[in-house]
């Protein structure tokens, strides 16, 4: 029977972070990490394309929580002990220099994720923290000061304190937590692209705006939810995605998921007017540009042609129609369709590599001082396990490293007295 100090189930971003953090707080204590999968730090190893986006250069834990559609008010305290500017004091004093993107996140200097990974594994290795891979717990107990947890290869291991810090959507951590008495709120994905068949969009894919005003309205108890966004969106084969989409689909998770992914969006495409405010402006344009063809291209070159070309065509102007053809209800069609387009969102899809879940662990089960159960002396929570979930952009890595810092060093403390 194996016996440990610390025994963390989940070998992934948190799971090994906290292991670090619970032995640089305490050199002496017996941490092992049990990873089911066939290594460890694996969604480190493709995060940000293969370069690993650590976290986001966001340095006040008050603004920095508001990239969160889950966790906000949990966090903030958090980040005021641990936060994106302590990862990277952490990460250059131990070797891994990084720099700051004119978007804010933030890469290794490699550029190479494996930089981050030989970095957690020589630390390790160096604190003497052992791991095993391809060893899944089939079953944890909560028993008089100590936790035994029966492994997928048979064996039995006893530990003091466990960290639960299985990857989000993973249903064995899930049920672990449940088996001894934690709510979970059902998982959904959260960071997806909205699956939108519409002609408007068709061979548009690859076009960008710099700036949209979305409003989202999800079908819901009868009525109707709206929620807004705004940032640059792009235009791709399957439909609509960029920031501003994904910005919606983070918080919208969950509605959306009750309503099967069936919504509609509305979209500006130029937010720097309202409908009433472009008539007016296509109406100067129609009296100082009259026999110049319509469809050409937008008036002021704010929007690529080709996506001006197929809103006009949907307002039903024609191709070879000037300005001075056009009747006032001509105008107010194509206003429309420029300041609140309708899209009927019909799927999601998966933004790159990314695979991100709201839902886990209720939050109000957990103390966010040290990440311990409220109910469960003993037992702690870290990374994606937990119901917290951010935007893409470094965000997620950042609440993976914060729980398990505070997680790490509280077992290590408890464990000291």
């Known amino acids: 029977m194996e016996t440990c100090d610390i025994a963390i189930i989940g070998g992934g971003?948190?799971?090994?972070?906290?292991?670090?953090?619970?032995?640089?707080?305490?050199?002496?204590?017996?941490?092992?990490?049990?990873?089911?999968?066939?290594?460890?730090?694996?969604?480190?190893?493709?995060?940000?394309?293969?370069?690993?986006n650590v976290t986001y250069a966001c340095f006040d834990p008050a603004e920095l929580v508001l990239y969160y559609p889950r966790g906000e008010q949990e966090l903030r305290g958090a980040f005021a002990r641990f936060q994106p500017k302590d990862m990277l004091t952490w990460l250059a004093a131990h070797g891994v220099p990084t720099y700051i993107?004119?978007?804010?996140?933030?890469?290794?200097?490699?550029?190479?994720?494996?930089?981050?990974?030989?970095?957690?594994?020589?630390?390790?290795?160096?604190?003497?923290?052992?791991?095993?891979?391809?060893?899944?717990?089939?079953?944890?107990?909560?028993?008089?000061?100590?936790?035994?947890?029966?492994l997928a290869n048979g064996d039995i291991c006893r530990a003091k304190r466990v960290l639960l810090a299985g990857g989000g959507g993973s249903a064995s951590a899930y049920r672990l937590a449940a088996g001894l008495g934690h709510t979970i709120v059902p998982p959904v994905p959260s960071l997806f692209t909205f699956a939108i068949r519409d002609a408007r969009l068709e061979g548009l894919m690859g076009i960008s705006t710099p700036e949209v005003d979305l409003?989202?309205?999800?079908?819901?108890?009868?009525?109707?939810?709206?929620?807004?966004?705004?940032?640059?969106?792009?235009?791709?084969?399957?439909?609509?995605?960029?920031?501003a989409v994904l910005r919606l689909s983070a918080w919208g998770a969950r509605l959306l998921a009750e309503s099967s992914y069936?919504?509609?969006?509305?979209?500006?495409?130029?937010?720097?007017?309202?409908?009433?405010?472009?008539?007016?402006?296509?109406?100067?344009?129609?009296?100082?540009?009259?026999?110049?063809?319509?469809?050409?291209?937008?008036p002021a070159?704010?929007?690529?042609?080709?996506?001006?070309?197929?809103?006009?065509?949907?307002?039903?102007?024609?191709?070879?129609?000037a300005?001075?053809?056009?009747?006032?209800?001509?105008?107010?069609?194509?206003?429309?369709?420029?300041?609140?387009?309708?899209?009927?969102i019909q799927g999601k899809g998966l933004f790159k590599e990314e695979f991100v879940t709201c839902g886990g662990v209720s939050l109000k089960e957990v103390d966010f001082r040290t990440m311990q159960s409220r109910t469960i002396p003993g037992l702690f929570f870290a990374g994606e396990i937990l119901d917290i979930d951010g935007l893409t952009g470094g965000f997620n890595f950042q609440a993976a490293w914060t729980t398990a810092w505070l997680a790490g060093r509280a077992m290590a403390v408890e464990l000291e007295t």
């Open 262 to 298: 069936q919504a509609r969006l509305q979209v500006n495409w130029l937010p720097q007017f309202n409908g009433e405010q472009y008539f007016d402006e296509l109406d100067r344009v129609k009296a100082n540009q009259s026999r110049q063809p319509a469809i050409a291209s937008e």
């Open 101 to 150: 993107q004119a978007d804010g996140r933030v890469f290794p200097r490699s550029d190479d994720s494996q930089s981050v990974i030989d970095c957690f594994i020589n630390e390790a290795r160096r604190l003497g923290i052992s791991w095993l891979t391809h060893c899944g717990v089939n079953a944890l107990k909560a028993e008089a000061g100590f936790f035994t947890l029966s």
């Open 215 to 243: 409003v989202l309205k999800v079908p819901w108890q009868g009525r109707e939810k709206k929620l807004t966004a705004s940032g640059p969106l792009l235009i791709t084969h399957w439909g609509l995605s960029g920031p």
């Open 301 to 321: 070159g704010r929007l690529p042609r080709r996506l001006w070309q197929a809103l006009a065509a949907a307002a039903g102007i024609m191709e070879s129609q």
């Open 323 to 344: 300005w001075v053809d056009i009747p006032k209800v001509g105008l107010r069609r194509l206003a429309e369709q420029v300041t609140r387009s309708a899209f009927e």
């Open 13 to 52: 971003a948190a799971g090994f972070f906290a292991a670090l953090a619970a032995a640089e707080q305490r050199a002496s204590l017996r941490i092992l990490i049990l990873e089911k999968g066939t290594q460890p730090l694996a969604k480190v190893r493709i995060s940000g394309g293969g370069r690993c």
